[in-house]
């Protein structure tokens, strides 16, 4: 049976009729058309698909949407107000943070919840904290630059 759920995202109130195994990512993805929030593993070990429900960041290959009802989802779609960046954004084209850029919807997010979190002090710490969200292309050191770079300035 399809079950009514609520959720707001990106400040957007949205009803939909979710079967309860559906997860957040495919919610987001092919209910939604939010196609910004990328699938790498669909198993919790990439970080690709993460997202904030409720300002945590989660990944939402591993969350069940309708698990969640009433809650606040910010996508990497949410970021920007209007033609303006959020500052880890622009960052993250300053310091050159992707190559790809598969990863880096993933990175985005999780790295403002890192912000948020109080864990981007350092470039060991930032690391350290950013460990669930894997690059392929190897652009960590951009990556780290950008977090810590929108940290200062945020
Ligand atoms: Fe969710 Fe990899 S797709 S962690
Ligand atoms: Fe290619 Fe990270 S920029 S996987």
Same mark, same amino acid.
């Given at each position: 049976?399809?079950?009514?759920?609520?959720?707001?995202?990106? #400040?957007? =109130?949205?009803?939909? !009729? $979710?079967? @309860?195994? +559906?997860?957040?990512?495919?919610?987001?993805?092919?209910?939604?058309?939010?196609?910004?929030?990328?699938?790498?593993?669909?198993?919790?070990?990439?970080?690709?698909?993460?997202?904030?429900?409720?300002?945590?960041?989660?990944?939402?290959?591993?969350?069940?949407?309708?698990?969640?009802?009433?809650?606040?989802?910010?996508?990497?779609? #949410?970021? =920007?107000?209007?033609? !303006? $960046?959020? @500052?880890? +954004?622009?960052?993250?084209?300053?310091?050159?943070?992707?190559?790809?850029?598969?990863?880096?919807?993933?990175?985005?997010?999780?790295?403002?919840?890192?912000?948020?979190?109080?864990?981007?002090?350092?470039?060991?710490?930032?690391?350290?904290?950013?460990?669930?969200?894997?690059?392929?292309?190897?652009?960590?050191?951009?990556?780290?630059?950008?977090?810590?770079?929108?940290?200062?300035?945020?």
């Amino acid at each position: 049976a399809l079950e009514r759920v609520r959720l707001i995202v990106n #400040g957007e =109130a949205r009803e939909l !009729e $979710l079967d @309860p195994r +559906q997860s957040l990512l495919d919610v987001l993805r092919e209910t939604l058309d939010l196609t910004g929030t990328k699938k790498g593993c669909n198993q919790g070990a990439c970080g690709a698909c993460t997202i904030l429900l409720n300002g945590r960041r989660v990944v939402s290959c591993l969350t069940l949407a309708a698990m969640h009802d009433g809650a606040e989802i910010t996508t990497i779609e #949410g970021l =920007a107000k209007g033609e !303006e $960046l959020h @500052p880890l +954004q622009a960052a993250f084209i300053q310091h050159e943070g992707l190559q790809c850029g598969y990863c880096t919807p993933g990175q985005i997010m999780s790295g403002v919840g890192c912000i948020a979190e109080g864990h981007a002090g350092s470039p060991e710490e930032i690391q350290f904290w950013m460990s669930g969200n894997i690059c392929r292309c190897g652009a960590y050191p951009g990556i780290v630059a950008a977090i810590a770079d929108a940290a200062e300035r945020t």
